[in-house]
């Protein structure tokens, strides 16, 4: 039988992270199941868990005011969702719907802030991770937004 830290070792975001922050990082990790519809998370909600997603799709959602809700970007197996955790006030700027069913790990994010703090070698680690995807992210977002105000001129 895998342990969680085990599990969490395959996921691509942590390939080549030191073992000994694996089994620190996976201290703060569940098990989670979405159900396809299922808001994992609300834009204004507090980011209190970041997620490797390990099945199923995500779609991050922004709502604009002419259009409904948009998709800026879906998410797959080995991919995170979630960086909100990282960085005051902790607030998601984005909807998360699982699009069919979702098995992902979630990680509580004030463990993990916790534990950052601890060992900050932990947290440089996992930011210098988690900086491509918010950049990568926000030049999805924006995107996003040109096309949408291109759609409502």
Not at 44 to 56: D, H, M, P, Q, T
Not at 103 to 121: H, I, Q, S, T, Y
Not at 124 to 141: E, G
Request: aromatic residues 10%.
């Amino acid at each position: 039988m895998k342990t969680m830290a085990s599990l969490i070792r395959e996921h691509l975001f942590m390939v080549g992270i030191d073992e000994n922050y694996i089994e620190t990082v996976a201290g703060c990790a569940r098990n989670v199941v979405y159900s396809s519809g299922t808001y994992i998370f609300r834009e204004g909600s507090i980011a209190n868990a970041f997620f490797l997603i390990r099945e199923g799709h995500v779609a991050l959602e922004v709502y604009a005011p002419q259009l409904g809700n948009r998709v800026v970007q879906t998410l797959g197996p080995q991919e995170i969702l979630g960086e909100a955790w990282l960085v005051p006030p902790y607030v998601h700027d984005f909807d998360a719907r699982a699009t069919d069913n979702v098995r992902a790990f979630a990680f509580d994010a004030g463990c993990l802030r916790d534990k950052c703090e601890a060992d900050p070698a932990i947290g440089y680690t996992l930011m210098k991770r988690f900086v491509p995807i918010v950049v990568q992210r926000l030049q999805a977002a924006r995107l996003q937004v040109m096309d949408v105000y291109a759609k409502a001129s």
